[in-house]
């Protein structure tokens, strides 16, 4: 008998309706409560769930201290008592209590907030909690604490709406083998998947849609925490400015600030009121 190869769409079959039982399943998307204050985007993308978020956590865990470890190294590591890592850690601290309605994991996290020295107008939250902003978002274009939390709450939403695990699955499902993709849907050693694709935590893109979704979901974050929502319009104006030539790092992938501003300003009355009600003693 000749010997011949297992014909491909075969092969995929099995994994494909895995896939769709999976996606299909009842109760894995995080919707929001039915009635609730404040921005409306749905809930968490079904793809998340075929990463499993704990080896996710804990590759993000790892890449984190590894940051610090190199910034420490290079004396840019900003110390407990610098004044804008008080800072980042007091509108922290406002911030992160609002985080358990949009993603109950959120609630185990061991959150933590850093200042690397760099020219770099970047910031970011990995998943789990780990917050890190480079000196050059806060020098460059001088933010006030609304604007920080503006910025803050944008990271740190793309965590609990958890983009990267998403992005992950969706990476694997488009660019890995049927082999390797059983490994994402649980069917292996989720470990190795989870190796492979977790050095893209630090450079990993997110679509116009996630970064979309953080800018609103954010945008209630820093209202709910006394923070004045508006400040999103000054943030982006600023960013415009200082996007002459090439834009910086963190808006690089972003949508475009007059796009962005204009979803703003639509939104700002759904979040006005919890600000508003923020401010009563």
């Known amino acids: 008998m000749t010997s011949h190869s297992a014909c491909p769409c075969c092969e995929r079959r ?10 299909l399943s009842p109760g894995l998307v995080l919707a929001q409560g039915g009635n609730r204050e404040g921005v409306e985007v749905g809930g968490n993308s079904v793809f998340s769930r075929l990463v499993p978020a704990e080896a996710v956590e804990q590759s993000a865990a790892q890449q984190y201290a590894e940051m610090l470890k190199q910034a420490a190294a290079q004396n840019a590591l900003g110390g407990k008592s610098n004044p804008q890592v008080r800072r980042l850690r007091a509108i922290a601290q406002r911030i992160i209590p609002h985080a358990m309605g949009w993603n109950p994991r ?12 760099s020219r770099q107008v970047n910031a970011f939250c990995m998943p789990g909690g780990k917050i890190a902003f480079y000196s050059g978002i806060l020098e460059q274009l001088k933010l006030t604490d609304d604007e920080v939390a503006t910025v803050m709450g944008h990271e ?5 709406r958890e983009h990267a695990r998403a992005r992950m699955a969706k990476n694997a499902a488009t660019g890995i083998s049927a082999n390797l993709l059983s490994n994402v849907l649980g069917l292996g050693q989720l470990g190795q998947t989870v190796t492979s694709y977790g050095a893209q935590l630090l450079t990993l893109q997110f679509s116009r849609s996630d970064e979309s979704d953080a800018d609103l979901v954010g945008m209630e974050l820093a209202a709910r925490a006394g923070f004045d929502p508006r ?3 000054t943030l982006w104006q600023k960013m415009a400015a ?5 834009p910086p790092q963190w808006l690089s992938t972003h949508p475009s600030g007059k ?16 600000y508003a009600r923020s401010q009563v003693k």
């Open 231 to 233: 400040a999103g319009v």
């Open 14 to 23: 099995p994994l494909l309706q895995g896939m769709a039982a999976l996606l």
């Open 106 to 117: 959120a609630k185990n996290w061991r959150w933590e907030v850093n200042l690397i020295g």
């Open 259 to 274: 796009s962005r501003i204009a979803d703003i300003q639509a939104n700002l009355p759904k979040v006005l009121p919890l």
């Open 156 to 160: 740190v939403a793309h965590a609990l």
């Open 242 to 246: 200082a996007s002459k030539g090439a």
